[in-house]
């Protein structure tokens, strides 16, 4: 036995096999190829977050019985994987003597008319279930199946059960430039950067400016923005565009009032509103120290109820009865949502809030629809033009010429007391959040406040919650970022009341879940990069890579025992980076901007000289690269300070020479910004998600200008020749 595994004594406890037959890590490794085992406390915590009862031994052994009985009961999974183009086997539970039979439900509603033949099973000994022993049989799904979302039904003696066949592309196959060479673009943080247009945060119609600049000036492709799920309806507004509220809906705050149809037909006295509600505002975009959505949103809020309140044509009318009724119940959820946090307040904990006390089938929440019907469809409006605005600037990418256009960011989970949790609260584990282990960015470990999907429920309704966050997103970008992408093999679970520390992995079907990336990224000619960075099991990047999803390089990151790799050594199959939104830009990074942050907040579990002294190392590493490598004159090493632009500009041209099939810039970078948009492991302790886009002075810089920066333009050069 290896001093990295689990013995035996422990492997034969039936705490450890009913954790291990749900799904959940004993043991882990860390970053740092530390080995650790999982405390008893922790596992039974998990398992009840699962609904399993598990707090001694008779209530372990019952439910190892249970699950199994369950297992072996059914016919059939409720959801099977099929690999377009390969011939697969599905496995039946048939009695010793019984043979199965199938059809296969098309997902376009046409019945199959391929042959499922029967084949032998795994070979394992027959399951006794009390009255009768169940063998196992394969259905073999055939090759040409097509790709898509089907029923598979299934017959054994006299019963038929339904399974969820997902059939999946093999890979997302590369857009045709990145096959024998690579594409760039910007990373940007949609909020910090405003326009003249702007009502003091950065919007949709921003967007769609910044997306046609880049092309236009810069010759990028794409720009990676932070995520844009939906958010609370009234102010205070949740910073962290890592928290949603929703992830299936998208941000209404970005919304661009002057850019809705309707704002043109106002009659005078109305639009004279909107742009007075305007001018209030339009001093926030000349604060270079701190984002304030909250005064933004007030302001914006009213001038957006003015339009709605004015009427739509009936075409227009038609085209968002239209929206209605395609969005379905996860409209209705965010809207009723938004409606019971406009007149009662935002949810909290307290069992006796409206959200702990009533749920989607309360008498009282339909009085208050039928008491604020106008307020109701108001927030399903908002949602609607929301949508149009965004679908917009990604149309506005694709006419300019971008291959990509919009990069949106799916982020790894949604707000606890939000629409998703509180109107479909089975889909969710209950009591517990994810987050990370300590790893030596992260040293306390951290605790994202978000419950996870439960695996158990996905497997149960065919993904379809994943499904159709996946599917909307790619409806309005070019390409989707996966945040954590690690949470769709494993997420670290963090029962309620425990630190990040005690923790355990809850695994999920990879296979699966990579294989909708697959079915919707080639839907829409797209392209998946996982944010795979990181404690990371090897295996990871792999899979990832066989399935033709991007993971991700960051220059600072690609380190072993204090020596930075060449980026020439870099993946293939990755979007390389300078740094990331947890980092500060370059020029901050250069001047420790974040050794001075979590010294300040008292981040750091050890002596600061010792976190100091390893930034410097780490620095000194980086330049001793750079140098080496002919990225930068050793001379210019010498005075950091004053060649500190120069510095910038040889971790791009670094950068440059990976094999990476996508490159992303940051805008940050390019003006001179040196403050970090996040701290991780901070709340208000630090203005997350709150600093507006500024240069190395501490200047706004605007919209119309970011393109035609010395740096913008330098990196282009960069990136283009």
Request: charged residues 25%; proline residues 5%; aromatic residues 8%.
């Given at each position: 036995?290896?001093?990295?595994?689990?013995?035996?004594?422990?492997?034969?406890?039936?705490?450890?096999?009913?954790?291990?037959?749900?799904?959940?890590?004993?043991?882990?490794?860390?970053?740092?190829?530390?080995?650790?085992?999982?405390?008893?406390?922790?596992?039974?915590?998990?398992?009840?977050?699962?609904?399993?009862?598990?707090?001694?031994?008779?209530?372990?052994?019952?439910?190892?019985?249970?699950?199994?009985?369950?297992?072996y009961s059914r016919l059939v999974a409720p959801t099977v994987l099929h690999t377009a183009g390969v011939e697969d086997h599905v496995l039946v539970n048939t009695g010793i003597l019984e043979a199965p039979s199938a059809t296969i439900t098309l997902e376009n509603g046409e019945?199959?008319?391929?042959?499922?033949?029967?084949?032998?099973?795994?070979?394992?000994?027959?399951?006794?279930?009390?009255?009768?022993?169940?063998?196992?049989?394969?259905?073999?799904?055939?090759?040409?199946?097509?790709?898509?979302?089907?029923?598979?039904?299934?017959?054994?003696?006299?019963?038929?059960?339904?399974?969820?066949?997902?059939?999946?592309?093999?890979?997302?196959?590369?857009?045709?430039?990145?096959?024998?060479?690579?594409?760039?673009?910007?990373?940007?943080?949609?909020?910090?950067?405003?326009?003249?247009?702007?009502?003091?945060?950065?919007?949709?119609?921003?967007?769609?400016?910044?997306?046609?600049?880049?092309?236009?000036?810069?010759?990028?492709?794409?720009?990676?923005?932070?995520?844009?799920?939906?958010?609370?309806?009234?102010?205070?507004?949740?910073?962290?565009?890592?928290?949603?509220?929703?992830?299936?809906?998208?941000?209404?705050?970005?919304?661009?009032?002057?850019s809705v149809a309707e704002y043109a037909e106002l009659p005078e006295d109305a639009k004279n509103q909107v742009d007075a509600l305007h001018s209030d505002v339009d001093p926030l975009n000349g604060d270079s120290q701190l984002i304030d959505r909250d005064a933004m949103w007030?302001?914006?809020?009213?001038?957006?109820?003015?339009?709605?309140?004015?009427?739509?044509?009936?075409?227009?009318?038609?085209?968002?009865?239209?929206?209605?009724?395609?969005?379905?119940?996860?409209?209705?959820?965010?809207?009723?949502?938004?409606?019971?946090?406009?007149?009662?307040?935002?949810?909290?904990?307290?069992?006796?809030?409206?959200?702990?006390?009533?749920?989607?089938?309360?008498?009282?929440?339909?009085?208050?629809?039928?008491?604020?019907?106008?307020?109701?469809?108001?927030?399903?409006?908002?949602?609607?033009?929301?949508?149009?605005?965004?679908?917009?600037?990604?149309?506005?990418?694709?006419?300019?010429?971008?291959?990509?256009?919009?990069?949106?960011?799916?982020?790894?989970?949604?707000?606890?007391?939000?629409?998703?949790?509180?109107?479909?609260?089975?889909?969710?584990?209950?009591?517990?959040?994810?987050?990370?282990?300590?790893?030596?960015?992260?040293?306390?470990?951290?605790?994202?406040?978000?419950?996870?999907?439960?695996?158990?429920?996905?497997?149960?309704?065919?993904?379809?919650?994943?499904?159709?966050?996946?599917?909307?997103?790619?409806?309005?970008?070019?390409?989707?970022?996966?945040?954590?992408?690690?949470?769709?093999?494993?997420?670290?679970?963090?029962?309620?009341?425990?630190?990040?520390?005690?923790?355990?992995?809850?695994?999920?079907?990879?296979?699966?879940?990579?294989?909708?990336?697959?079915?919707?990224?080639?839907?829409?000619?797209?392209?998946?990069?996982?944010?795979?960075?990181?404690?990371?099991?090897?295996?990871?990047?792999?899979?990832?890579?066989?399935?033709?999803?991007?993971?991700?390089?960051?220059?600072?990151?690609?380190?072993?025992?204090?020596?930075?790799?060449?980026?020439?050594?870099?993946?293939?199959?990755?979007?390389?980076?300078?740094?990331?939104?947890?980092?500060?830009?370059?020029?901050?990074?250069?001047?420790?901007?974040?050794?001075?942050?979590?010294?300040?907040?008292?981040?750091?579990?050890?002596?600061?000289?010792?976190?100091?002294?390893?930034?410097?190392?780490?620095?000194?590493?980086?330049?001793?690269m750079l140098v080496d490598q002919g990225y930068l004159d050793a001379a210019s090493a010498e005075d950091r300070v004053a060649h500190e632009s120069e510095i910038v500009d040889a971790l791009y041209r670094a950068l440059k020479d990976a094999p990476c099939k996508l490159f992303?810039?940051?805008?940050?970078?390019?003006?001179?910004?040196?403050?970090?948009?996040?701290?991780?492991?901070?709340?208000?302790?630090?203005?997350?998600?709150?600093?507006?886009?500024?240069?190395?002075?501490?200047?706004?810089?605007?919209?119309?200008?970011?393109?035609?920066?010395?740096?913008?333009?330098?990196?282009?050069?960069?990136?283009?020749?």
């Amino acid at each position: 036995m290896s001093e990295n595994t689990e013995n035996e004594e422990r492997l034969a406890r039936p705490l450890i096999r009913l954790a291990k037959l749900v799904g959940i890590g004993t043991s882990y490794m860390g970053m740092s190829h530390d080995y650790h085992e999982i405390d008893d406390e922790v596992l039974i915590e998990v398992l009840a977050a699962l609904g399993i009862e598990a707090r001694d031994e008779d209530s372990q052994d019952a439910a190892i019985r249970r699950i199994l009985k369950e297992r072996y009961s059914r016919l059939v999974a409720p959801t099977v994987l099929h690999t377009a183009g390969v011939e697969d086997h599905v496995l039946v539970n048939t009695g010793i003597l019984e043979a199965p039979s199938a059809t296969i439900t098309l997902e376009n509603g046409e019945m199959y008319e391929g042959v499922i033949e029967v084949g032998p099973g795994d070979g394992s000994q027959a399951f006794d279930l009390g009255d009768r022993f169940v063998s196992t049989a394969a259905l073999i799904i055939p090759a040409d199946l097509p790709v898509g979302y089907h029923k598979l039904h299934v017959t054994v003696g006299g019963r038929t059960q339904d399974a969820t066949l997902i059939s999946a592309p093999s890979k997302v196959d590369l857009l045709d430039p990145m096959k024998n060479g690579s594409l760039w673009g910007w990373m940007a943080q949609l909020y910090s950067i405003r326009s003249s247009g702007s009502w003091g945060v950065g919007d949709y119609e921003d967007l769609k400016t910044m997306l046609v600049d880049a092309k236009r000036k810069t010759g990028a492709d794409f720009i990676l923005i932070n995520p844009v799920h939906a958010a609370e309806p009234v102010s205070p507004l949740t910073p962290s565009p890592y928290l949603p509220v929703s992830r299936r809906l998208v941000n209404f705050t970005y919304i661009r009032p002057e850019s809705v149809a309707e704002y043109a037909e106002l009659p005078e006295d109305a639009k004279n509103q909107v742009d007075a509600l305007h001018s209030d505002v339009d001093p926030l975009n000349g604060d270079s120290q701190l984002i304030d959505r909250d005064a933004m949103w007030r302001s914006k809020m009213h001038a957006l109820w003015i339009i709605f309140k004015a009427g739509r044509s009936a075409q227009r009318q038609a085209e968002f009865d239209q929206f209605k009724a395609n969005s379905g119940s996860d409209l209705e959820a965010y809207a009723t949502w938004c409606l019971c946090y406009d007149k009662w307040g935002a949810p909290t904990a307290d069992k006796n809030g409206w959200e702990q006390a009533l749920n989607r089938d309360s008498t009282q929440i339909a009085n208050l629809k039928d008491q604020f019907p106008d307020t109701l469809d108001f927030y399903r409006w908002l949602e609607w033009i929301a949508v149009e605005q965004l679908a917009a600037a990604q149309q506005a990418a694709k006419d300019a010429g971008m291959r990509i256009g919009i990069m949106s960011d799916m982020a790894v989970g949604v707000h606890p007391y939000g629409a998703d949790v509180w109107w479909n609260p089975e889909r969710f584990a209950k009591g517990a959040t994810v987050g990370a282990p300590p790893d030596m960015f992260n040293q306390q470990g951290q605790n994202w406040s978000q419950p996870p999907l439960s695996p158990l429920d996905l497997e149960a309704t065919g993904y379809q919650t994943y499904r159709n966050m996946v599917h909307d997103m790619f409806a309005r970008a070019g390409a989707v970022r996966i945040d954590h992408i690690l949470g769709l093999f494993r997420l670290w679970w963090i029962s309620e009341g425990h630190s990040a520390v005690d923790g355990a992995y809850v695994y999920y079907d990879s296979d699966i879940m990579l294989g909708i990336l697959a079915i919707e990224a080639s839907r829409a000619g797209g392209v998946v990069v996982g944010e795979d960075l990181g404690v990371v099991p090897e295996h990871v990047a792999d899979s990832l890579a066989s399935h033709g999803i991007l993971g991700c390089a960051v220059e600072w990151f690609e380190q072993r025992d204090g020596v930075f790799r060449k980026p020439s050594e870099y993946r293939p199959y990755a979007l390389a980076s300078v740094n990331t939104h947890d980092l500060p830009p370059a020029a901050g990074y250069l001047e420790y901007e974040h050794v001075k942050i979590r010294e300040r907040l008292g981040l750091l579990t050890g002596p600061a000289e010792e976190f100091e002294a390893s930034a410097k190392a780490e620095q000194d590493a980086m330049i001793s690269m750079l140098v080496d490598q002919g990225y930068l004159d050793a001379a210019s090493a010498e005075d950091r300070v004053a060649h500190e632009s120069e510095i910038v500009d040889a971790l791009y041209r670094a950068l440059k020479d990976a094999p990476c099939k996508l490159f992303a810039a940051s805008i940050t970078d390019a003006v001179g910004e040196k403050r970090a948009q996040n701290q991780p492991g901070t709340n208000n302790e630090y203005p997350n998600w709150r600093i507006p886009l500024a240069d190395a002075k501490g200047n706004v810089v605007p919209l119309e200008s970011v393109f035609d920066t010395p740096g913008a333009q330098r990196f282009a050069q960069i990136f283009n020749n």
